[in-house]
């Protein structure tokens, strides 16, 4: 029977309230396509409604192509179920605490908004001359395949100088075992397609980057959440973790952990290895922000040579976000079969994308863009921590390089209820509890070095404290 509950009184119509329970059930597939819905008045009884409040609902979502009616047998779900909504497949959450809100937040935003809480670079500090100028010179190249759909596992120059740079952070893997895709989110989807099935139950640090949270249950799966340390997960936890949830997968950042900046010790890798091994788990080492480092840190896929670990990465960051590209650098049978499933999703590959940045990769301007960006961000770091300090807030840890500070909050207060605050007067947060699966981090916000050093911020930040 469907849900009596009409919430409360003041609230939308009975008629709406009936189609959205419908509707409900249908995105949850209590009611899959084909099934026929409870009678009128079975319908009416359950919610305490009379029966032309039903038909009207019912005739309603007739009219929209939810239900169909067959006179004489009933009303039936439509064959073409309504496309999944991220917030009705777990428990309706705060939106200050919801990665879905914060990263539209982020995105839908006019130029008067301020967003310190956004995980991306101003477009003022990425390479755009570089950019126009690689364009025009694919432009003019006859060589350049500009309409075709490419490699099945994408452009082969680009491919061997991945293997390359992975080379100089440990990582031994020729390019016949590097997939490309369309950016480091595409990547971890096609992992989890090809990895996980529904309920499987995936570890990820607490906090972790909020879209690994929003992935897992697009897909299905559990995020079962590991304390995170300043060198790494927490040991015990994760082999706890592991023994009571025999989970497929453990999601982590290779460097520079997002949100806190914070980076895997060696000893830490070792032993998070022999546990992965000991309970056939099998790691997703993001590595985003590789060229953030001032110094390479230690990779698990360099220790564990590809055997249990899927490497990936992407250039949004660093380059550009509107050129989308990124990698997974795995073992032979896992390329097989995530180039496969990447046909079968998308035929074919962002080739253009990928001679782009193989340009600006070979012809020297990326290395020395980066190497701009690392110095410009460790003086944004240095400045935006002493003012935030100023405040009374404290870092969780230093980070050796990229653009977040994890800061903690005075005592007593909410980042959720600062975030909201600061959003009525124009300015964008990231609250700790967006991070969080057990949403243990309401203390913290995560700034964005490269966005957050500007008046305004600390001025919104320091009224919305009080």
């Known amino acids: 029977m469907l849900d009596a509950d009409l919430g409360p009184a003041g609230g939308p119509t009975l008629v709406s309230q009936v189609m959205d329970s419908v509707r409900r059930r249908i995105a949850a597939r209590e009611l899959a396509p084909g099934a026929r819905l409870p009678s009128i008045r079975r319908t009416a009884d359950g919610f305490g409604v009379s029966k032309s409040t039903v038909v009207e609902a019912f005739d309603r979502l007739v009219a929209e192509g939810t239900i169909l009616s067959r006179p004489g047998s009933g009303f039936y779900v439509t064959g073409g179920t309504r496309a999944l909504t991220l917030a009705e497949t777990g428990p309706r959450l705060d939106r200050q605490i919801d990665p879905l809100w914060i990263m539209r937040q982020s995105l839908d935003v006019g ?7 956004c995980g991306w670079l101003p477009e003022s ?3 755009v001359d570089g950019i126009r100028k690689a364009l025009r010179g694919l432009a003019r190249d006859e060589g350049a395949g500009l309409v075709g759909y490419g490699h099945p596992r994408g452009f082969a120059p680009l491919r061997l100088q991945l293997a390359r740079r992975m080379a100089e952070r440990g990582i031994d893997v020729p390019a016949d075992q590097i997939l490309l895709t369309d950016s ?46 300043p060198t790494g997960p927490d040991l015990n936890a994760f082999a706890a973790a592991a023994a009571i949830h025999r989970p497929r997968l453990y999601l982590t950042n290779a460097a520079l952990h997002n949100p806190t900046g914070a980076s895997l010790a060696p000893a830490t890798a070792h032993r998070l290895l022999k546990l992965a091994e000991a309970h056939d788990i099998r790691i997703v080492e993001d590595d985003i922000f590789a060229d953030f480092e001032l110094e390479p840190g230690p990779r698990l896929a360099a220790f564990d040579g590809l055997d249990r670990v899927l490497h990936i990465g992407s ?17 032979p049978d896992w390329i097989e079969g995530l180039t496969d499933l990447k046909l079968a999703t998308t035929f074919g590959n962002g080739d253009l994308s990928a001679q782009l940045v193989h340009r600006l990769l070979t012809d020297g301007s990326y290395r020395r863009h980066v190497e701009t960006l690392r110095a410009r961000l460790g003086q944004a770091m240095a400045v935006v921590g002493r003012r935030l300090k100023a405040m009374g807030l404290e870092p969780w840890v ?35 509890n967006v991070f969080s699966v057990s949403h243990s981090a309401g203390a913290y916000l995560r700034f964005n070095v490269a966005q957050a050093n500007l008046a305004p911020v600390y001025d919104v930040l320091r009224q919305s404290l009080t």
């Open 398 to 432: 230093e980070p050796r390089g990229g653009m977040f500070l994890w800061m903690r909050l005075p005592d007593g207060i909410d980042s959720a209820v600062v975030t909201q605050r600061a959003l009525e007067r124009g300015v964008v947060l990231a609250p700790g």
């Open 111 to 117: 130029p008067a908004t301020l967003t310190p809480g």
């Open 184 to 229: 480091g989110s595409q990547a971890i989807d096609l992992i989890c397609r090809f990895l996980l099935e529904p309920g499987d139950k995936v570890l990820v640090d607490d906090p972790c980057y909020f879209n690994f949270q929003a992935v897992l249950r697009a897909h299905r799966a559990e995020a079962i959440g590991v304390p995170r340390t």
């Open 315 to 331: 250039f949004s960051k660093t380059l550009s976000a509107a050129v989308r590209c990124g990698y997974i650098a795995a073992r």
């Open 125 to 127: 500090w990425l390479p």
